[in-house]
């Protein structure tokens, strides 16, 4: 009998969480099927860092799928219309639903990654999403996720045959700077990852993305590998 | 006060079930907002049609949004190397999940419609799904769009101001005789879908879908406007 290892899709950004997230699954021994969402953000410098760590991660495979929600408009990460904010106090970045919101984004990632985990009969799906700091996004919190897993479990052929991929999204209770702990302590390939919203050689360290980032880096008491303006 | 009608996305694919969705959600009085999902069919007949479906219900927008789902293969109609089948038994057509199935097709369609009514705050969101016909989809099930819809009140800033996106699935129960009725009852404009997996200039009659369709035209017992091989 032929034993096959245990596989996971793991949704890679190209992010700090998305690349923590797929270190956890490698160390609890799943086979990596690295799967990267080009939602028509502005720049393409994440979807580099996304096949940097792919392949950091030692991915069996790392497909990218396009998916133009810019087409539906609505925020700032792909509407051309709406600026991306930076600078901003930090008590400005807490209990609101910011501009850099993307309309149903992890709905729609969790989907096709469903889709890719029915094609390649995976048992997991791994999301980076993370409630704590981004308290106004209502798809990271995990009531949210707990309801996608119970979709996953009625949508799919697996589903129906008893064996439905289950969603875990290790990260979401955690502070970025356990996050980043963690990171350090698994050996998660960080130095390969990128958060800036804006598309320069270096991070900008000002957006609500960066400052997040430069926070969790601060609470951990470490250097973040990867350069800033 | 500005009193705004109500609106709702509908998921036109070009074939006979969503114009009929379509057809009652305008009957409800509902403003048309149509979306079409390109996923990589084999052929762009189905787009064509969609367009004239969306035109002919007086749609406010039509949205085509493209996804890539043929990057992730596991499907006849996105792979070129699994054969849509023809002329199989009418028997063979229940009870297993044919070829023609794509992984997660529905929750990736219902992820992006809801991002779309997101967007433009719509109430309702539309789908042709059905049940009875597709017995094989674990996505055309009452108890998947139930679920979607639990999903779709935790997963935006509607669902958490307290006025999620409702999804409708009106015909999920019906036989295809009965849409057919229903359709012609509501003048729906069938005359401009299209139902084939194969992309010839007339349907073909003998592949899954055109089979289905033939067969509630005659439960119906009326002819199909659209022309055959």
Redesign the interface.
């Known amino acids: 009998m032929v034993r096959r290892n245990k596989r996971a899709v793991i949704l890679v950004s190209g992010g700090l969480d998305s690349c923590v997230a797929g270190t956890i699954a490698k160390c609890e021994g799943y086979e990596i099927y690295a799967l990267t969402i080009d939602y028509g953000q502005r720049h393409a410098k994440e979807i580099e860092a996304a096949a940097n760590v792919a392949k950091a991660l030692r991915a069996k495979e790392h497909?990218?799928?396009?998916?133009?929600?810019s087409?539906?408009?609505?925020s700032a990460l792909t509407d051309p219309d709406i600026e991306v904010p930076t600078d901003r106090e930090a008590g400005e970045m807490e209990g609101e639903?910011p501009v850099t919101?993307?309309?149903?984004?992890?709905?729609?990632f969790?989907?096709?990654a469903?889709?890719?985990a029915?094609?390649i009969e995976a048992q997991a799906v791994f999301i980076g999403a993370n409630a704590v700091d981004y308290s106004g996004y209502?798809?990271c919190?995990p009531?949210?996720i707990e309801?996608?897993d119970?979709?996953a479990a009625?949508?799919?052929?697996q589903?129906?045959e008893g064996k439905p991929t289950k969603v875990h999204a290790p990260l979401i209770e955690w502070t970025k700077g356990r996050i980043v702990q963690e990171g350090l302590n698994l050996k998660a390939p960080i130095k390969f990852t990128w958060s800036c919203y804006l598309g320069g050689d270096k991070q900008c360290g000002r957006c609500d993305s960066c400052r997040l980032r430069l926070k969790g880096f601060q609470e951990a008491g470490v250097e973040d590998p990867v350069p800033y303006e």
Chains 1, 2 share one sequence.
């Open positions: 497909k990218t799928v396009q998916v133009d929600l087409a539906l408009g609505g639903i919101y993307v309309p149903a984004r992890n709905t729609v969790l989907s096709i469903l889709g890719y029915e094609t209502p798809d919190r009531e949210y309801k996608f119970e979709l009625l949508a799919t052929k589903g129906v």
